[in-house]
C-alpha cells in the first residue's frame, strides 16, 4: 500500500529533526547567456547529528531556498563519521590541508569551549565537538577551509583504531609502563604528541 504525500512528509521532517543544518556562506554567482547574463545563488551549508557525523555540500539554483536545499541534500549524502574523545573533543591534534587552505585542529581539556572561527565553528558545532582550538593558517576562502577541515577529521583515529591496525592493546598504543633505556617516551606515545607550530604559520 503506497504511503500518502503526508505520511511522506512527516518521515522527511523526522529525519530532518536529527539534524543540524549551517549555512557556512552564499554567493550570488552569474551565467553568461546569448541574452545576456543569468543571475544564481551558491551556497554552501554543513550539516550534523551532534554525534560524531558530519557532512557539507554545496548547491546552486536561480533562488536562495533552493540552493540551500540542494546543498544540504548533498551534505546528507556525503556524511563522514569523526572518533571522538569522550564525545567531546578530538583523540589527537592533527592538520589538514586543501588548495590554499590549511588548518591546525588540537585537542582541549573540559572547559575549553570551541575556540574556532568561521566556517570551522560550524563544523564543530554540527559534529557535537564542545572543546577544541582550531586555527587556519592559509585562505580565508570558506569552501577551502571546509574542506581542509573536512580532510583533517578524515584522518582522525582513535586509540582503537590504532591498536587494532598494529595487532596490540590499547595500553601499549598509550605507552603505558614502557620507557626506553634512557627513558624517553616509547614511539606509539610520541605520534599522539602536540603539533608544533612554525614561526611562519
Excluded: C, W
Excluded at 540552493?67 to 563519521?81: F, L, P, S, V
Excluded at 574556532?116 to 582550531?134: W, Y
Excluded at 578524515?154 to 626506553?180: C, H, L
Amino acid at each position: 500500500m503506497a504511503r500518502s504525500p503526508r505520511e511522506d512528509r512527516r518521515e522527511r521532517d523526522r529525519e530532518d529533526s536529527e539534524f543540524t543544518e549551517k549555512l557556512v556562506g552564499i554567493n550570488r554567482v552569474a551565467k553568461v547567456v546569448k541574452g545576456g547574463r543569468r543571475f544564481g545563488f551558491a551556497a554552501l551549508v554543513v550539516v550534523g547529528d551532534g554525534r560524531g557525523r558530519v557532512g557539507f555540500g554545496t548547491g546552486k539554483a536561480r533562488e536562495v531556498p533552493e540552493a540551500i536545499r540542494k546543498a544540504t541534500d548533498e551534505a546528507k549524502k556525503t556524511m563522514i563519521r569523526v572518533p571522538l574523545r569522550e564525545g567531546r573533543t578530538l583523540h589527537h591534534d592533527i592538520r589538514g590541508h586543501y588548495g590554499a587552505g590549511r588548518v591546525i585542529l588540537r585537542a582541549a581539556p573540559p572547559g575549553t569551549g570551541v575556540i574556532a572561527g568561521g566556517p570551522m565553528r560550524a563544523i564543530f558545532e554540527t559534529l557535537g565537538i564542545q572543546d577544541i582550538v582550531a586555527k587556519s593558517t592559509g585562505t580565508s576562502n570558506p569552501h577551502n577551509m571546509v574542506r581542509a577541515t573536512f580532510e583533517a577529521l578524515k584522518g582522525m583515529n582513535s586509540p582503537r583504531q590504532v591498536a587494532a591496525k598494529r595487532g596490540k592493546r590499547v595500553a601499549e598504543i598509550f605507552g603505558r609502563d614502557q620507557k626506553d633505556e634512557q627513558g624517553a617516551a616509547p614511539a606509539e606515545a610520541v605520534e599522539a604528541a602536540p603539533v608544533e607550530e612554525t614561526a611562519n604559520g
